[in-house]
């Protein structure tokens, strides 16, 4: 089955999406944590005193964790573009991978079970792999 290249570019949209929905997260638990301990943000300027000082940094932490991994499927779906190789596998394998990763963030800044976001965090990765070998299999047979 043929897919347009194109399609590629929802996946990253949609981590798009959830990066900034994270980051409004993010800034409404600062602004409410700055608030309640009646603490001035010049007395958190490092992420050391930050996490010292305020309570919860469930968001914060989320919103880190949104630039580690992921850099990794940005360039994949970038390269499948590039590449022209994008095929219905690496288009499902991405799309996988968001929804892990937006399951990773929902359990992150909400109950923050460590198992369970463990797990979505080790399958969101297999399936980051999976999507490195199916671009890395495709270029691989039209070389």
Not at 70 to 93: D, E
Not at 114 to 128: G, I, N, T
């Amino acid at each position: 089955m043929t897919v347009n290249p194109l399609a590629i570019w929802g996946p990253v949209f949609a981590m798009m999406i959830l990066v900034l929905v994270v980051t409004c997260l993010t800034f409404r638990e600062r602004i409410r944590q700055f608030k309640a301990l009646r603490v001035h943000p010049q007395k958190v300027s490092t992420r050391g005193e930050f996490a010292a000082v305020l309570k919860d940094t469930r968001c914060a932490d989320n919103f880190s964790n949104l630039f580690e991994t992921p850099v990794m499927f940005y360039v994949a779906c970038i390269g499948l573009f590039v590449t022209q190789t994008v095929n219905l596998g690496a288009l499902l394998l991405a799309w996988v991978y968001v929804l892990l990763r937006v399951g990773h963030s929902a359990v992150q800044c909400g109950s923050n079970g460590v198992l369970k976001r463990f797990k979505l965090f080790a399958a969101s990765l297999l399936v980051l792999l999976g999507l490195w070998a199916a671009w890395g299999w495709t270029l691989w047979r039209v070389l």
